[in-house]
């Protein structure tokens, strides 16, 4: 069990370029959820997959943010076209069974200049 | 729609003493869980304790234990023993466990600071 890991730790950007981040979820785990956390909140939902379906998209994964799980297995987060508000820590985690708790990876810290 | 709130936005606790972090939650679902996570500065979350709706024991996960009164609607944190490792940001979060299954909902967490 080497954990969920996340690539990159850190990302800067200037505004209006693409990001894209990555998400490893632990290798039998078949939940994966992205999550957005700003500083001083607690994390909030941005969407979920059940192997490579997405079967839930939170109303703050706006047209500029694509998610994708091809195989199954690990994830990308991407965000076109950044804004100073997309400044933020992106959370992956993942789970093995519905209502499981959920292992969360140390996040990609988004800054956006 | 699920709602948590977390008054606390700061403790400071002396070290080797116990500690209660607040906890209320609003839901119209009859099944759902609660949990507790603790977030480090090297951001994290990690999982320290779950409690189910229809559990009839509090639930206790070594030092830590969770004070559920259901009809309060409050599932309270209790940290005994505070060591200076505890000292972190700490969420708490539910789940509907048959209806919106697939996330948790976070409270705005209590930054713990345990002094020596």
């Known amino acids: 069990d080497t954990g969920v890991s996340q690539d990159p730790r850190h990302k800067i950007t200037k505004r209006g370029q693409n990001v894209t981040f990555r998400c490893d979820p632990i290798s039998e785990h078949n939940r994966l959820y992205w999550y957005r956390q700003t500083l001083g909140q607690g994390p909030e939902f941005l969407t979920y997959f059940q192997n490579e379906a997405q079967l839930e998209k939170s109303r703050l994964l706006s047209d500029r943010f694509s998610a994708e799980r091809p195989k199954g297995s690990f994830s990308t987060l991407e965000i076109q076209r950044t804004e100073q508000g997309d400044s933020a820590m992106y959370l992956c985690?993942?789970?093995?069974?519905?209502?499981?708790?959920?292992?969360f990876g140390s996040g990609t810290q988004l800054s956006v200049l | 729609a699920q709602k948590i709130t977390q008054t606390q936005p700061g403790m400071f606790v002396q070290e080797k003493e116990a500690v209660t972090l607040d906890c209320t939650y609003d839901t119209s679902d009859q099944s759902y869980g609660l949990f507790w996570y603790k977030q480090p500065s090297s951001g994290e979350m990690i999982f320290l304790i779950y409690?189910?709706?229809?559990?009839?024991q509090n639930a206790t996960e070594g030092r830590y234990s969770l004070n559920f009164q259901k009809a309060r609607k409050s599932a309270n944190l209790v940290i005994s023993a505070s060591q200076l490792g505890d000292s972190a940001m700490y969420f708490c979060a539910m789940r509907g466990i048959i209806q919106g299954a697939q996330k948790l909902v976070f409270g705005q967490g209590t930054r713990l600071t345990i002094n020596p």
């Open positions: 985690a993942s789970s093995l069974r519905r209502g499981e708790k959920l292992f």
């Open positions: 409690q189910g709706s229809y559990d009839e």
